[in-house]
């Protein structure tokens, strides 16, 4: 028997964390996450695997294992299961958010998911899994144990060692110790986020006690972004607020969402039953007595806080006297847009603290430190870094190479690993695709339209709108010409009137008899004005005929 293991993604990239793990009888997926898109995926709202490739890879696939709720582990869930049907395993509040995602999805009753313990315990064919919790910025994470004939393989998830979980509840080192003990850890693929980081990352704890001061001394309202899964800071935050006699609105669908279902799971409590104050009554409210949660802290742009910052939100507009923070991480990929949306909130007058300069926010991922105290607890024969960047991975290895590690490996997405009688080896790459996805999945963007989207946002489009007779050819009406992206306001009449005597040119040129074929027609004006403007701007818009027979 062999164990064969395949990064589907996060491995190399920043999300759009995936990983199957297949012995030959029975395989499992290790979460399903998405990936906020680039700068050059124009109009894509995120990322995910494209698991089609999963039935050949894996006919057997009896599960899916979910460490926690963050959108890069659970966001692809919903394609997943629309490509196949397999029950997810996951702790309650993992369970219950994906359950969310699922609705928006229309998946919501036919899912089949299964909450575990932290320290569940299960079989799934010839694979038994056994979870264990993690700290992370979200309650209710876990790692896995699976054991199958070639040994005892551990995936950490999103992790660290934090020393004063607000949940009471550590990374379960000691399990890990001994399962290393008495069975011996044949793989250990672990958390590579937070390897530049020499150390140890603060306790979530932190970030709340500096919201308290914030909370404390601002003159105004506070606006806190952050993203709507970060449950622990959400529930830091509603703590915090209260001790300053501040109330809290929350703002954002997923922020209003995820806070509902974690009071109804038990996860989050209320510092009194008061403090939730609907986004539209604050105005009634003094502003010192304000705060407001928030999504947005991405930059998205059309997030609540970007609207806030543009005075185009309904309920909250930024102003003098504002306080802004933005707790999260600067995701790489995002820079340009947070410092936009920073930008406008100083313009607009309030005063903003984010990561660079304030304790506003903390990893929740191990750093250095940690990652040594997690290669040896679990000391395992071979590692095997997962989550991050090329550079990131490689660095984790060296780092559980110098903990004395026998042999590590950095593998990428579609590598593929074998475990056989003990030893790992390399057995070829696998095709791992990409799925882009428009707003709630129902238009999914082609990579093609992807190129399109971006070659139109570099060189423009010119539409040309022409109503031809489909008896005579004559010319009924046009050409009209519109121009996005091509020519500047001054100058641009001159241009587009070239273009139209072009356009009539060429149409007489073809006579009567060609101008009923349309698709002749077409490609005619297109080679004319890719010429014209060609020659006029040198540029090359992207030209579109548009022929109408009448
Ligand atoms: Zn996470
Ligand atoms: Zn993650």
Redesign the pocket.
């Given at each position: 028997m062999t164990l064969r293991v395949v990064p589907m993604g996060g491995l190399g990239e920043i999300g759009l964390n995936s990983m199957l793990f297949d012995d030959g009888d029975s395989a499992v997926l290790v979460d399903a996450g998405l990936m906020f898109p680039d700068d050059t995926m124009l109009g894509v709202d995120y990322v995910v695997p494209d698991f089609t490739a999963l039935r050949d890879l894996a006919p057997h696939l009896k599960a899916l294992l979910l460490?926690?709720g963050?959108e890069?582990?659970i966001g692809a869930v919903p394609f997943l299961l629309k490509e196949l049907d397999i029950p997810v395993y996951g702790t309650r509040l993992t369970l219950g958010l994906l359950r969310n995602r699922l609705e928006e999805h229309g998946l919501g009753g036919k899912a089949r998911l299964f909450p575990i313990a932290r320290d569940g315990r299960f079989r799934l064919g010839s694979l038994d899994v056994e979870a264990f919790p993690v700290c992370?910025?979200?309650p209710d994470?876990v790692g896995y144990v699976l054991r199958c004939a070639e040994g005892v393989f551990v995936h950490t998830?999103?992790f660290k060692l934090d020393p004063s979980p607000l949940d009471g509840v550590p990374t379960a080192l000691e399990r890990l110790r001994a399962i290393a003990r008495t069975e011996g850890v044949t793989a250990l693929f672990s958390d590579s986020t937070n390897v530049e980081h020499e150390g140890v990352s603060p306790p979530e704890r932190f970030v709340g006690e500096a919201l308290e001061e914030i909370f404390g001394q601002a003159p105004g309202r506070v606006i806190v972004a952050m993203f709507s899964?970060n449950i622990h800071r959400i529930q830091e935050a509603l703590r915090a607020a209260a001790s300053c006699g501040r109330r809290v609105a929350l703002c954002g669908k997923s922020m209003v969402r995820n806070v509902g279902t974690a009071i109804e799971l038990g996860y989050m409590t209320l510092p009194h039953p008061g403090i939730l104050v609907p986004v539209e009554e604050t105005a009634d409210l003094a502003d010192r007595t304000v705060s407001v949660l928030t999504t947005g802290s991405q930059g998205e742009p059309r997030s609540a806080l970007t609207l806030m910052a543009l005075g185009e939100h309904k309920h909250v507009k930024i102003r003098e006297g504002d306080t802004a923070v933005l707790s999260s991480k600067f995701i790489p990929g995002n820079e340009r847009a947070i410092a936009s949306v920073i930008n406008r909130l100083f313009l607009a007058g309030a005063d903003v603290l984010y990561e660079k300069i304030s304790e506003v926010h903390v990893s929740?991922?191990g750093s250095r430190d940690e990652l040594r105290a997690m290669i040896r607890a679990a000391s395992p024969r071979h590692f095997i870094p997962v989550h991050g960047e090329p550079r990131l991975l490689i660095r984790h290895r060296k780092l559980a190479e110098e903990a004395g590690v026998p042999h590590s490996e950095v593998a990428l997405n579609g590598d593929v690993l074998e475990f056989s009688g003990g030893a790992m080896s390399r057995a070829g790459k696998v095709e791992v695709g990409r799925r882009f996805v428009d707003g709630k999945g129902v238009g999914d963007v082609e990579s093609l339209v992807l190129k399109d989207r971006f070659h139109l946002s570099q060189v423009g489009l010119v539409m040309v709108v022409v109503a031809l007779s489909s008896t005579t050819g004559e010319l009924l009406y046009g050409p009209d010409i519109v121009t996005r992206g091509v020519v500047t306001e001054s100058g641009s009449e001159a241009l587009v009137e070239g273009a139209r005597e072009e356009v009539l040119r060429t149409l007489e040129e073809a006579g009567a008899g060609a101008r009923t074929d349309s698709s002749e027609m077409q490609t005619d004006i297109r080679r004319a004005l890719r010429r014209y403007f060609n020659k006029r701007l040198e540029r090359k818009p992207v030209i579109v005929p548009v022929l109408l027979e009448l």
């Open positions: 460490t926690h963050h890069d582990h992370h910025s979200i994470g998830g999103d899964s929740g991922h």
